[in-house]
């Protein structure tokens, strides 16, 4: 059961970093941002070939910087040159592929085997025992959140949130969307590339099919977590479910691996299932309160 809780948590840890930059994108921004299951892997890319390099620690600086650049990419083909939220975000999501390939030495995977990782270096501190891996992913992600929250509450950050309300209106206030929306894909995608750097370097590889499915997972555990965290919505809240939608999605997930319920042939129809509950759960809870209703009236 430790080996469950150990697990869940930190891999919650390390893929809320998606979810908040989904939270970002899809829900303040009201974006489509289909970049993501490209610029995870091309995070984990760089931040192992970096390792491999010798250099863990500029691995996942790096890799947030690649993820930025992925974004700032698919943020100007929707500002400048006019291709759709979703399109544009396929298209930068194709290229990466090859992007990633150049990144990990034209293969399709790259392990560090004995290499040092930003894991093994903590772990040589002795803090937190065996549970170290937890501690820094979750010290990353709590850091992550705190900056998102301080963020969005600064008048650029306010600007964003407004984008996403109304452009319309925007514009008319004096402020260009084009800039703010290219701020928050940017600020996203970085959130996108450093899980994938620190995903990378805990799973000590990084594979070109990592990322396959993730955007959907991401969005399935903010559906989760929002889902559970009832009550008035704020930044603050929305950004904690986040990363209780996450762990509660991985405990789910490990669990499923650990008792052999299911078939490992079958999992990812089970991820498939999970994933469609998750996002249908609001609508389901709006009809059941629909039919309560309609029966007291009868």
């Avoid at 150049?102 to 803090?127: P, Q, V």
């Avoid at 969307?177 to 600020?187: C, D, K, N, S």
């Avoid at 929305?238 to 650990?258: C, E, K, P, Q, T």
Wanted: net charge positive; charged share 10%.
């Amino acid at each position: 059961m430790q080996y469950i809780v150990q697990t869940a948590l930190e891999l919650g840890a390390i893929y809320a970093l998606v979810s908040l930059a989904l939270f970002l994108s899809f829900r303040i921004l009201n974006i489509a941002d289909m970049t993501t299951d490209g610029c995870f892997v091309l995070g984990a890319a760089v931040s192992v070939s970096c390792a491999s390099a010798g250099h863990p620690i500029l691995g996942i600086f790096m890799g947030m910087l690649a993820g930025g650049a992925a974004g700032y990419v698919t943020a100007f083909q929707q500002t400048h040159m006019g291709v759709p939220d979703i399109l544009a975000g396929i298209i930068t999501n194709t290229g990466l592929y090859t992007i990633n390939l150049m990144a990990m030495g034209w293969r399709s995977n790259h392990s560090l085997l004995k290499d040092e990782t930003i894991f093994t270096l903590f772990h040589k501190t002795g803090i937190g025992g065996n549970w170290y891996p937890l501690v820094l992913a979750g010290a990353i992600t709590a850091i992550a959140m705190i900056l998102m929250k301080l963020f969005l509450n600064t008048r650029l950050g306010l600007s964003i949130r407004a984008t996403g309300d109304n452009r319309d209106m925007v514009s008319a206030s004096s402020i260009d969307p084009r800039y703010t929306i290219t701020v928050g894909l940017v600020a996203a995608n970085m959130m996108t590339g450093l899980s994938g750097a620190i995903a990378g370097q805990f799973q000590k590889a990084a594979d070109i099919n990592s990322g396959t499915g993730i955007v959907v997972v991401g969005l399935a555990c903010l559906i989760i977590g929002e889902t559970v965290i009832n009550g008035k919505k704020s930044i603050g809240r929305n950004i904690v479910a986040v990363l209780i939608g996450n762990i509660i999605y991985r405990f789910i997930y490990a669990i499923i691996l650990r008792t052999g319920v299911v078939p490992v042939e079958c999992l990812k129809l089970m991820t498939a299932i999970v994933v469609a509950l998750a996002i249908a759960a609001p609508t389901l809870q709006k009809q059941a309160a629909y039919r309560a209703r309609a029966r007291k009236e009868r």
